[in-house]
C-alpha cells in the first residue's frame, strides 16, 4: 500500500510539472507576441489643404491625402484664422473617409467668415494650412 501512495504521488506530480512547464511556454509566448504588437507603430496622416477661397461667405477649399493612412472626417478639424477649430464632417457629408490619394472639394458653409485670411486643417496628428486667394 505504501508503494502505491509512493507511486501516485510520482504520477501527480510528474503530470503537475507538464502543466506548469505548458503554461509557462504559453505565457513567454503570449510575452512575446505582445511585445511585438507594442513595437508596430501606426503613421500619421499626411493631408494638404491645396486651394481656399471665400465667395459670399461660403468656405470652398480642396483637401487631398498624401499619405498611406485613411483620413476620417470625423477626426479632421478646421481652423479659420486661428478661431475656434470646426469639424469637417459637419461640413461635409459626401463621404466620411479620404483615402490615401483621394482629393476631395469641401465647402463650408454658415461659418460666420468673411474674407478670412487663412485656413488651418489638422486629423490624427497630420496637418497643413493655406492662405486663401
Known sequence: MGGSVSISALIVGTAL?????????SLNNSAITASEVMEEKSGEP????LNASEVAGTIHLNITNTGDESVDFDKTWFS????SPLRASDYHNQTTVLFPG???????????FTSPARIFVS????QSGVSFS
Request: glycine share 18%; hydrophobic share 40%; aromatic share 4%.
Open 102 to 112: 483621394e482629393t476631395q472639394h469641401i465647402q463650408m458653409s454658415g461659418t460666420g
Open 17 to 25: 510539472l507538464g502543466i506548469f512547464a505548458l503554461a509557462s511556454l
Open 80 to 83: 479659420v484664422d486661428g478661431n
Open 46 to 49: 499626411e493631408i494638404r489643404l
Open 123 to 126: 486629423s490624427m496628428g497630420g
